[in-house]
């Protein structure tokens, strides 16, 4: 019988994991197969307290992957197949194998969401990626379109103008989403141009990606862009798939808890991005990873009939 299992790999997780194994409570932590989460997409992380330089993603996840399995976390990148919520203790399956526990602490994330147009499919890996800083230095010299108008879009494609001759940004828009601070930063960049309203309708080529045909939403004229790659930033989708009927939701599918990361059901709480629809960053995911982490502490206290500081 576990004391806590915590579903989740990306900051929210760990920052759960490192707080409950400080309470000695020895988590076990699924991180699924590829730990780290959105944060090891991310090329630099230059609004996290403590980081004045800004730090790579991947280098802040390997810091507090050492610092969650400092304190005695036990990290298992397996992915968790089901759960069964409906008594105590909680069932978590990873396949065949099943778990149980006393609390949960669910921060599953959020995944990319996709065009869902003609093309998207069939050339992704070939000209069509979701990660910038995975795939970037394979568009040296070329020209590249980003899709999105969010902190993400302008971010990523900032960061692709170090390989590429010229990055295209398009948004379906005319205004931008992303914050005024990478509007001027993208608009300062020679290598950069906007496309605004305009809608990507296919994604063009042969063995890999030659071009796209895009809609002017205002004109409705249709045309062809040639370009040699395609990177899709257009928001995020809440993995929350295996709580679905046992758990709370929004209609967009992120859990719902209320300020103290309970969910509707007692002992299970939540913390990140599968909450959190509004903020998404990594400072308000590690926040609410420790809210979640306290509270599952303070539960599992009150079934031991232990003290709990505060109570
Ligand atoms: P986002 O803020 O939700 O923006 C998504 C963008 O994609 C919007 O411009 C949206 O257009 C567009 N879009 C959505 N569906 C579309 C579709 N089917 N076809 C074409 N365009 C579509 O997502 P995000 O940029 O990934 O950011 C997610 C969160 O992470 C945000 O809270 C953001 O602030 C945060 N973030 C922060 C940083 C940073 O602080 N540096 C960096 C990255 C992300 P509309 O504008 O028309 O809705």
């Known amino acids: 019988m576990e004391n806590v299992i915590i579903i989740g790999g ?6 759960a994991a490192i707080y409950t194994a400080r309470s000695l409570l020895k988590p076990l932590v699924f991180t699924g197969e590829t730990p780290g989460g959105q944060i ?27 610092q969650a399995k400092k304190f005695g976390a036990r990290i298992e990148n397996k992915f968790v197949t089901a759960v069964d919520l409906s008594s105590q203790p909680f069932k978590v399956s990873v396949g065949k194998n099943e778990y149980e526990s006393r609390a949960l602490i669910v921060a599953t994330g959020s995944s990319p969401r996709k065009l869902e147009i003609p093309g998207e499919k069939e050339f992704t890996g070939k000209g069509v990626s979701f990660c910038a800083t995975c795939d970037g230095f394979f568009f040296r010299e070329k020209h590249v379109a980003v ?75 249709t045309e062809n862009l040639p370009i040699d790659g395609v990177f899709v930033f257009i928001g995020y989708i809440p993995n929350s798939q295996i709580f679905d009927g046992q758990l709370e939701m929004t209609d967009a599918g992120y859990i719902k808890a209320n300020s103290r990361m309970h969910t509707s059901v007692e002992g299970v709480f939540v913390a990140g991005d599968i909450h959190d629809e509004l903020y998404r960053q990594v400072s308000t995911s590690c926040g609410s990873g420790t809210i979640a982490a306290i509270e599952a502490e303070k539960f599992v206290a009150e079934m031991e009939g232990r003290a709990y500081p505060g109570k």
Do not use: C, W
């Open 10 to 15: 990306g900051p929210a997780g760990y920052t």
């Open 40 to 66: 090891t997409l991310t090329n630099d992380l230059e609004n996290y307290p403590g980081f004045p330089e800004g730090i790579s993603g991947i280098e802040f996840f390997q810091k507090v992957d050492q």
């Open 147 to 221: 899709i999105g108008g969010g902190n993400s879009a302008l971010d990523e494609g900032l960061y692709l103008t170090r390989f590429a001759s010229k990055v295209s940004i398009i948004h379906r828009r005319n205004q931008l989403r992303a914050d005024q601070i990478l509007q001027d930063r993208a608009r300062r960049n020679g290598k950069i141009e906007f496309i605004l309203d305009t809608v990507v309708e296919e994604i063009l080529g042969s063995d890999t990606v030659d071009g796209l045909r895009m809609k002017n939403v205002q004109t409705g004229k």
